[in-house]
């Protein structure tokens, strides 16, 4: 006999459609599955038939065949097993299970690995592979039971959650009743509320905390220069506190892309901050971009919608600093491999960090730096040109000093700071709302050109910056950008000279360090 489940796969952070055939036929015990599965998949059928048997069905000795299509595509991952299973039992064409026939489980779309005691385990990108089969115009599904928090935020659907062969099979057959899933209400959190570093516990810096504040606002990428103990690292942690709490789009981005590489806890279902990434600098290329064997996202795609932090900038491979490029620009990042391209989202905040010299103490007020012209510009010369063209913001720490570390007066808090951050969003959102931009820092050219109009005496301004500072086209865009910011931080509608002066100033490093 011949039967047919619904399923889906994943292609990047997108579901595709694969229809689960199964085939029984007389002859010599086997079991073979065919249409592009990787190993996970071919190792299944171990798993069914264990699972099988220990649920108290019986398990037909004859030839089987399991075809994945469309058999031209790559399935990858043990999410098949559950669907596998149904559609032998509805192949097998047992007596003992009543109403199991392949036209009741074709009502379904099942995912789903199994243990060998029939027990149905949680599998990767459920939130994903939900979306793009409600899009292709399913409405039923059956998933684990474990992975029904992270379906319950998707609305038009009905999700059955099961946790066993045999609850899936009495589900199917009408035998016993599971009630769908109940919708979830989206609530996000700030990393404050949930544990994260405030601002108040940083000392001093005001010039940093100004900088980093701007980025919050318009979305811009910073690069914090200072010797080693100035408190940059404590500073980045802190950014995430200030920036505006996620939208529910925004969360089910997050989450697609979360769930795809297995990072998504189960207990919430959801992203509920935005993402903080810390890849250390030994992180190889792949585990950067994505990809690889099994075409996970990797560090920037995991940072989508949130901070992308940097420590040591210059300790980073080249080849991984340059794979940013494309990100920075546009907010993807493209993987060509030879079997396929995937394009993930990338849509972050780049912090990074560095020392200005090797020793650390190139421009310190009290420390004498002890490296060499050639050191320094050797150590410097590991970000290139057109890495930094693309960070919006420098700003130079030096050391806090022993007076502002014990100072019993109370810093200016996240949430304060947060305040001013979400007001300038709100203008950014509704200067935007007929368009896909949400801040500043992604405007196009002709949007640019539209909402930063400067007068006479900005314009003398900036062509003076542009041509002593020798900046780039990209860098003239980008000061244009950061002064907006700066004015909707300072409720203004136009871009006033104070404004420019000091977007320019985070400019400065283009002069005094490459």
């Given at each position: ?198 601002f108040k516990y940083v000392k001093g810096q005001p010039r940093a905390k100004r900088a980093l504040e701007i980025a919050a606002a318009g979305g811009h990428n910073v690069l914090m220069i200072g010797p080693p103990g100035s408190g940059k690292s404590m500073l980045a942690k802190c950014f995430p506190s200030i920036l505006p709490d996620m939208t529910f ?64 900038m210059p300790e980073y491979p080249r080849q991984c600093l340059e794979m940013l490029r494309q990100p920075l620009e546009d907010g993807v990042i493209t993987v060509a491999r030879s079997a396929q391209t995937i394009t993930y989202p990338a849509n972050f905040t780049l912090i990074a960090s560095m020392n200005p010299c090797p020793c650390g103490n190139y ?7 002890k490296c060499t012209p050639s050191q320094i510009h050797k150590y410097l010369a590991r970000i290139s040109g057109p890495i930094l063209d693309r960070i919006d913001i420098h700003v130079e720490v030096d050391n806090v000093t022993f007076d502002d570390l014990r100072s019993q007066s109370q810093e200016e808090s996240s949430a304060d700071i947060k305040v ?95």
């Open positions: 006999m011949l039967s047919k489940i619904h399923s889906f796969g994943l292609q990047g952070i997108d579901g595709f459609m694969v229809e689960v055939e199964v085939d029984i036929n007389s002859g010599l015990p086997r079991f073979d599955v065919v249409g592009l599965a990787d190993t996970a998949i071919k190792e299944s059928k171990e798993r069914v038939r264990s699972a099988i048997r220990n649920s108290g069905f019986g398990y037909p000795n004859k030839r089987i065949t399991v075809n994945l299509a469309p058999a031209d595509v790559k399935k990858e991952g043990p999410l098949y097993d559950l669907p596998i299973a149904v559609g032998v039992l509805c192949a097998s064409g047992d007596n003992e299970i009543k109403n199991l026939t392949s036209q009741n489980a074709g009502k379904y779309v099942i995912l789903g690995e199994l243990s060998l005691n029939g027990e149905v385990k949680a599998v990767r990108g459920v939130l994903p592979i939900l979306i793009s089969a409600r899009k292709a115009g399913f409405k039923n599904f059956i998933v684990p039971a474990a992975n029904a928090l992270e379906a319950s935020f998707i609305e038009g659907i009905n999700v059955y959650p099961v946790s066993s062969l045999d609850e899936c099979v009495c589900f199917i057959s009408g035998q016993k009743i599971i009630l769908p899933v109940s919708s979830q209400k989206f609530e996000s959190e700030t990393s404050a509320s949930v544990g994260g570093l405030d789009e925004e969360a089910l981005e997050v989450t697609k892309i979360h769930s795809i590489a297995g990072e998504l806890d189960f207990k919430k279902g959801i992203v509920t901050t935005r993402p903080f990434r810390t890849p250390h600098h030994s992180a190889s290329a792949v585990s950067l971009t994505g990809g690889g064997q099994h075409s996970r996202p990797g560090e920037i795609s995991l940072a989508h919608n949130g901070v992308l932090y940097l420590d040591e421009g310190s007020k009290d420390k004498e730096c001013r951050v979400d007001k300038a969003r709100d203008i950014q959102l509704e200067r935007f709302k007929s368009s896909k931009n949400f801040s500043n820092a992604k405007m196009s050219v002709p949007a640019t050109k539209k909402y930063c109009v400067l007068s006479k005496e900005c314009e003398e301004l900036l062509k003076s910056a542009f041509t002593n500072l020798k900046l780039s086209a990209r860098a003239h865009d980008r000061i244009l950008k950061v002064a907006r910011t700066i004015a909707d931080l300072e409720g203004e509608k136009e871009i006033l000279p104070e404004h420019i002066a000091e977007a320019i100033g985070y400019r400065s490093l283009d002069r005094k360090y490459l």
